[in-house]
């Protein structure tokens, strides 16, 4: 494994300045009501980047008041869905101006790779605002053909003031996918964003205005968990909640839904996907896509393949071509255009996956690679893959969510599905086999949201995501996500000269 250095880089890339660090509530920055701050860290050196203003349940309501105003009396939910299309066309014309700008912000806020960034994180961004957008003007509902002498037809109307709660791990990519659907169905919004990763989502409301969306659409609140997201969840104004992060903190999300209004919810959260390699994969295939499974956004994905169960037939072979591989990963700054990994969000996640390592060995599980920290600034670890792993092993039980992956071994294709659907999780899965039969009989036998085979990370604007089990309820992307966004109502009228009548 080679590493670049991990100092500041701005004679690579001259990073930007942050501009915006208030709180967005009914089209404007302001500070929050108590006058709070926190500090956004930068974990390339654990340094401070600005501080940003710390919204709380006062915050919350006066977002909400907004967003309520605009839904119930402005122009948004009533204009026809191609005008709101037109303005997310222009939203996302404003994204591709300022790639590079918004990139910069995700690398120093997140540990992003700017390359990937700007090549991938921020473009998605804007095709899923002209995916959305190109929907808008096809919502529509149907005609009913009814048993008895009455006429029926439904509508799909916007569902209300809708609340995303988004993670630090993607916040460009987790923030359009929750609010290019519900600005298309013609919903309004409150949007929290991890507050390690504030920065980006307050300069997507800068560019939302400068699109022509409505003031009160959009609003973002910047804040904590226990405060502004709690505060969202169990607010009696809002009428659905759309929440990415841990299993733990969706319970208490649904809790606290369940016990306000009975708002909907949608859940995308944990996962420990399992990744099958059969005995007749392709070696070097079947490594590339295990290690780009755990190791791509520093292992710091929902999806990542951490649970690797190799056929014995091959097991000992890509033992031997994943060590080989890792020599070549380079951990560094994520703007040094060679680093293929950089640091981990923050310091707390940086030492959580350190204890993980320390337990996965005292477990009896065997160090192939890594292991360590890299450097002596900065939140980089090193890529990590254990041998001899049990089932029941923290490691192979545990969402990680760092580049730690727990390498099995199975016997026959019935204990492969056995070992893979072996967790409380159900979000991905992986398979790598050149067998129709397999990758059919498997695909249909794992208990996940979305099965790649012989690919991993295969996600695209059309392809509904979300999960199974204890990894949540509801899709987003595809024309699903736009339906969650949407309720149905039911108008009926008798015929004439019926006995209604």
């Known amino acids: 494994m080679e590493n670049q250095s991990n100092g500041n880089s701005d004679s690579v890339f001259n990073i930007p300045t942050v501009k915006f660090t208030k709180l967005f509530i009914n089209g404007e920055f302001v500070d929050s009501i108590s ?38 009396s402005g122009p948004w939910p009533r204009m026809p869905g191609a005008a709101r299309g037109r303005i997310m066309m222009k939203f996302a014309d404003l994204i591709d101006e300022h790639t590079e ?55 799909h109307e916007p569902l209300g003031v809708v609340g995303h709660i988004i993670p630090w791990n993607f916040p460009t990519s987790m923030f359009f996918m929750k609010v290019a659907p519900s600005l298309a169905a013609g919903c309004t919004m409150i949007v929290k964003p991890a507050e390690q990763t504030p920065l980006s989502a307050l300069f997507y409301s800068h560019l939302a205005k400068q699109a022509g969306i409505p003031d009160g659409v959009i609003n973002v609140i910047t804040g904590f968990g226990p ?196 967790t409380k999780y159900g979000l991905a899965a992986g398979i790598v086999t050149k067998n129709l039969d397999v990758a059919n009989t498997v695909s249909r036998s794992i208990r996940a949201g979305i099965i790649w085979i012989n690919c991993y990370f295969g996600f695209d604007n059309d392809c509904p995501f979300g999960g199974y089990k204890m990894s949540g309820f509801g899709r987003d992307l595809g024309l699903d996500a736009l339906h969650k966004y949407l309720q149905v109502k039911s108008v009926v009228t008798p015929i004439y000269n019926s006995p209604w009548l």
């Open 101 to 155: 700008e918004l990139a910069a912000l995700d690398s120093i806020d997140a540990g992003k790779l700017f390359s990937m960034g700007k090549a991938v994180d921020i473009p998605n961004g804007a095709s899923l605002l002209r995916y959305y957008g190109g929907a808008a003007d096809k919502i529509h509902g149907e005609v009913l053909k009814m048993s008895r002498e009455l006429q029926g037809y439904t509508l």
């Open 227 to 422: 405060t502004a997201g709690a505060a969202i969840a169990s607010h009696m104004d809002i009428d659905k909640v759309s929440f990415t992060g841990s299993t733990e903190v969706g319970r208490k999300v649904m809790q606290a839904a369940a016990t306000s209004n009975l708002k909907q919810v949608s859940l995308e959260l944990g996962g420990k996907s399992p990744l099958l390699i059969f005995d007749d994969a392709d070696i070097d295939v079947a490594a590339d896509l295990a290690l780009l499974g755990i190791l791509f956004n520093k292992g710091e994905v929902c999806v990542a393949s951490s649970r690797v169960f190799v056929q014995e037939g091959i097991y000992d072979k890509l033992v031997i071509k994943l060590a080989e591989k890792v020599k070549d990963w380079v951990v560094g700054d994520p703007f040094h255009p060679n680093s293929r990994q950089g640091p981990q969000v923050d310091k707390k996640q940086f030492e959580k996956i350190l204890s993980y390592i320390d337990v996965g060995k005292r477990e009896g599980a065997t160090l192939l690679t890594g292991g360590k920290s890299v450097g002596n600034k900065g939140y980089y670890i090193e890529p990590t893959i254990f041998t001899d792993v049990k089932a029941d092993m923290k490691i192979a039980t545990d969402e990680i969510f760092g580049p730690v992956m727990s390498l099995m071994k199975f016997k026959t294709i019935e204990e492969g599905i056995k070992c893979a659907n072996n």
């Open 35 to 72: 006058g709070k701050t926190f500090e956004t860290i930068d974990p390339r050196s654990g340094e401070v980047i600005t501080r940003v203003a710390q919204g709380d349940k006062e915050d919350v309501d006066l977002a909400v008041e907004a967003a309520r105003r605009a839904f119930d």
